[in-house]
């Protein structure tokens, strides 16, 4: 009996500890149940606005290395977003791509469907997740109902290529009762160039992305930044780092060398909670909230413990210092990156670190077919078995292929634009429902032979899967 009894008040002096480092939202009834399901339920009537831009650009990801990002709002990352527990989020999507890419956005705090059920009939999902072609803008409201830090990405196919090109960001959902302190907002992310440059700008290799063979792995898109930018605390001054890894594939096992973290919260809720862990596993698409105390001036550095990628630009320093400033007092709704979050971002002078951007290579854009729907008119006629197409500049170089009818034939394709992976897809119609062949991505500078197998005479339509909207034409078999 009394071993049940001194089990019972080791079980209450925890819960009061949790309870007093961590209250319970406004309106629980407290106790371990409310902190197990620390969320709101409704909203709180704040309206926050966020706007973002998908943008390509050119970001300087080490030194030397200029890298031609897919951003939100001209940075990859992109901006730190902070709302608070309850808040409805009205979000805006721009697609400003000047390569003809289709967009998207994944939030993961929100609870939002990532396509509506389709009607009879329909062909095209749709829903607050699904792509926003070029020019288009998707709005659409969320309640953040979670505390925590959490990372946003576009998800358009292949999602792989978009989140390694740069497409990511943290946001915070802040909990109202979270005590101020000095904080850091740190994103971890792989990069995948491919082997030379292309006008002195580097591609990114979606061969690399698959083989999981990154160059760079770098805390808020610049390899080995705060070992020259250190963050700064001062002595035995509490301090939290909000950390997302974005990944796309690699885990980042968050360590800083020479100390311990006083309380590690799992996704940044602090319903989940753990005291005096040394390193910390954040897989990729997750994050982690670290409450850290140093008694002791010095250097510490941060890393990621998995060190056949440490090397690769995944190290920091925590400059704890008794001169340092005062922590900041209030943080920005959108933060700037670059800064761990504690600046507000602005359009972007520089590409990360201090490092001067190159403007984006002009690239341009031959004309696009518009597809010739079955039945209609074939603007072209075979001339062979042998088929050949070249892809430059994110363009086919024609807008109508033609093949026999009822023979197998060949299509030579010439993928011309280094580091960027299209492919020759022929679907019966621009739907792209159903596909009458499919070929396998390269990526350029390379050539490829597809062979297809015979088609009955019809007008069918074509494309690359990777860049379907301005990547199109008509096949015409006859």
């Known amino acids: 009996m009394r071993k049940i009894f001194a089990i019972g ?10 309870g007093l480092t961590w209250h319970s939202p406004a309106g629980s009834d407290g106790g371990a149940a409310a902190a197990v399901a ?45 709302v608070h527990l309850g808040d409805t989020v ?76 740069g497409m990511y960001g943290a946001i915070i959902v802040e909990p109202d009762n979270l005590p101020a302190e000095r904080e850091y907002v740190l994103v971890s992310s792989e990069f995948y160039p491919g082997a030379h440059p292309v006008h002195g700008v580097y591609e990114g290799d979606l061969n690399r992305m698959l083989a999981v063979d990154p160059q760079y792995v770098v805390f808020n898109g610049v390899a080995d930044q705060y070992k020259t930018t250190p963050l700064v605390v001062q002595p035995n001054e509490p301090f939290r780092l909000w950390v997302v890894n974005a990944g796309p594939t690699l885990t980042n096992a968050f360590h800083v060398i020479g100390t311990m973290f006083n309380q590690t919260h799992d996704t940044g809720n602090p319903a989940n909670t753990e005291y005096g862990l040394q390193t910390y596993s954040i897989p990729p698409g997750s994050g982690a909230m670290f409450e850290l105390q140093i008694p002791d001036a010095g250097l510490y550095p941060f890393v990621t413990h998995a060190f056949a990628y440490t090397g690769l630009g995944a190290v ?32 972007p002078t520089s590409g990360g670190g201090g490092a001067t951007p190159t403007p984006t290579p002009t690239m341009t854009m031959s004309p696009t ?14 001339s062979g078995s042998a088929l050949k197409i070249s892809a430059s500049n994110v ?84």
């Open 38 to 82: 620390y969320k709101v339920d409704a909203a709180n009537g704040t309206t926050v606005n966020i706007n973002l831009t998908a943008e390509e650009t050119v970001q300087e990801i080490a030194p030397g290395i200029k890298y031609h990002v897919w951003t939100f709002n001209g940075t990859a990352p992109g901006p730190v977003i902070r």
């Open 395 to 478: 363009a086919f170089d024609t807008s109508c292929l033609a093949a026999p009818a009822g023979a197998p034939f060949t299509i030579a394709f010439d993928n011309q634009d280094a580091g960027i992976p299209h492919n020759i897809s022929i679907y019966t119609d621009s739907s792209a429902s159903k596909a009458l062949f499919t070929g396998a991505l390269v990526t350029g500078p390379k050539k490829m032979v597809y062979k297809v197998g015979a088609l009955k005479a019809g007008t069918y339509y074509f494309r690359c899967d990777v860049h379907p909207t301005t990547m199109n034409g008509t096949f015409v078999v006859q």
């Open 369 to 382: 077919a518009t597809p010739t729907s079955s039945g209609a008119a074939a603007p072209c006629t075979p």
């Open 9 to 18: 008040v080791l079980f209450l002096a925890f819960a009061l500890i949790v």
């Open 316 to 347: 920091g320093l925590i400059k704890v210092d008794p001169a340092a400033p005062a922590a900041p007092s209030s943080y920005p709704v959108m933060g700037d990156p670059f800064t761990a979050g504690v600046t507000a971002a602005t359009p």
């Open 90 to 165: 009205h979000f805006t999507l721009t697609n400003g791509s000047s390569i003809g890419m289709q967009h998207s956005i994944d939030f993961h705090p929100a609870m939002t469907p990532w396509a509506n059920l389709p009607t009879a009939g329909q062909t095209t999902l749709e829903g607050n997740y699904q792509p926003v072609n070029p020019g288009e803008t998707k709005t659409f409201d969320w309640v953040a109902m979670y505390p925590g830090v959490f990372m946003y990405h576009c998800g358009v196919p292949p999602v792989l290529q978009h989140i390694s090109n």
